[in-house]
């Protein structure tokens, strides 16, 4: 069965730290997403990622936040200056396609990130 | 617009008993998937199922059902003869170009 896999499963910063959360997608899949989860509230889409570059953010993905492939393999999320309110679970996932494309959707265990 | 309602924030039934997570979605699109994940305390996200716009055939896997009915606009899950490991918040999605979650049922199921 194929996973998205996301490291850390848990981290801990400072406030005003940067962070960067990683994520290795399914190794044939296009599109990459980014999800977040504030403590007991739903879970809210960040951005999403295709052909390398972003293809749609919410006003959450602010100038704070960057995506990046960088080999390949991995899709990060970086938080420049991390806020407490940045405390959350964050998860990735990746899709073969979206729309009339049948999508295998997988999601990664989640990355819960703590600032302090 | 695309979104996703789950009206019902919190069940709880003793176990053995039937419970049913209603979930009802919007979207303009002809074609889209609907999906639910079940989110135990350890946080991470377990597909359950994913449907597509064109089936609305209902779908039982052992002990869990979905009833999707496109006149309503509504992806129901039932949990048949609810055990204690059950016990999590149950999300309903729907994929469209990007996932769009209900808000969540939180369901105990008390021994």
């Known amino acids: 069965e194929p996973e998205v896999t996301q490291t850390p499963s848990h981290q801990v910063t400072q406030m005003g730290q940067e962070v960067i959360l990683r994520c290795v997608p399914i190794?044939?899949?296009?599109?990459f997403y980014w999800y977040r989860q504030i403590l007991g509230q739903k879970v809210e889409f960040l951005v999403s990622?295709?052909?390398?570059?972003?293809?749609?953010k919410s006003e959450i993905f602010d100038d704070q936040f960057s995506v990046e492939r960088p080999d390949g393999s991995n899709f990060t999320l970086k938080i420049r200056s991390t806020k407490l309110e940045d405390s959350a679970m964050y998860f990735c996932?990746?899709?073969?396609?979206?729309?009339?494309?049948?999508?295998?959707?997988?999601f990664g265990q989640g990355t819960r990130l703590t600032v302090v | 617009a695309q979104k996703v309602t789950q009206a019902q924030t919190e069940i709880s039934v003793v176990e053995k008993e039937d419970v049913t997570l209603d979930c009802v979605y919007e979207t303009r699109d002809t074609t889209y998937y609907l999906f639910w994940y079940k989110q135990p305390p350890s946080g991470e996200l377990v597909f359950l199922i994913r449907r597509n716009s064109f089936d609305e055939q209902n779908e039982i896997s052992g002990r869990y059902s979905w009833n999707f009915q496109k006149s309503t606009s509504s992806f129901n899950f039932t949990i048949t003869a609810s055990q204690v490991v059950d016990s999590a918040v149950y999300f309903c999605a729907l994929l469209g170009n990007q996932f769009y979650f209900g808000t969540g049922t939180s369901l105990t199921v008390i021994p």
């Open positions: 190794s044939n899949h296009l599109y």
């Open positions: 990622f295709y052909n390398n570059e972003i293809s749609e």
């Open positions: 996932a990746s899709s073969e396609g979206t729309g009339a494309v049948l999508p295998e959707a997988f």
